[in-house]
């Protein structure tokens, strides 16, 4: 019973959290329009926040690990709220399938890798705790957000994972 309620205290906190992001993604005259490239869920996991290229507005530059200046800002944004949650975090990278030319060194590998540490800077620089950080991890184009289109520019994204300290029930 005692856990079942430590449960659902978590779950009300992440509850609290989603509002919290949504509402200060509102509130900022320049991150509104970044509303459309927040996608929150819950997965077993915990609560997944992540931030997604659209078709007209990339997070990143192609083919780069520096994020917008908007990117920066709403990574910020959602470091200040995380960071009076208790959960640990991890953050994953994800490109489309659109390969790199035929030749080159660098891969969806690496800027998947590269663009979730640029993301873990980002937060711990705004204020979020380094030893908070469980994982850091580069998917590549491996777990795709649209599966029936590998290219989609949906599918290159940020994920921040703030992780259950009770299981799921």
Do not use: C
């Amino acid at each position: 019973q005692m856990q079942a309620e430590m449960g659902k205290r978590e779950e009300q906190s992440f509850q609290r959290a989603e509002a919290d992001i949504r509402q200060a993604i509102q509130d900022v005259p320049e991150l509104k329009p970044l509303a459309q490239n927040l996608l929150v869920d819950r997965t077993p996991e915990g609560l997944r926040i992540q931030l997604v290229d659209q078709e007209r507005y990339s997070m990143f530059a192609s083919g780069s690990s520096a994020p917008a200046d908007a990117t920066r800002r709403l990574l910020s944004t959602v470091a200040k709220i995380v960071q009076n949650l208790p959960n640990s975090i991890a953050i994953a990278g994800h490109t489309d399938a659109v390969p790199f030319p035929r030749g080159a060194q660098y891969t969806n590998w690496e800027l998947s890798s590269d663009r979730a540490n640029a993301a873990r800077r980002t937060m711990i620089e705004a204020g979020l705790s380094q030893a908070r950080i469980a994982r850091v991890v580069g998917r590549a184009d491996t777990e795709p957000l649209i599966a029936d289109n590998p290219n989609d520019p949906r599918n290159r994204r940020i994920s921040i994972i703030l992780l259950r300290d009770i299981p799921a029930s």
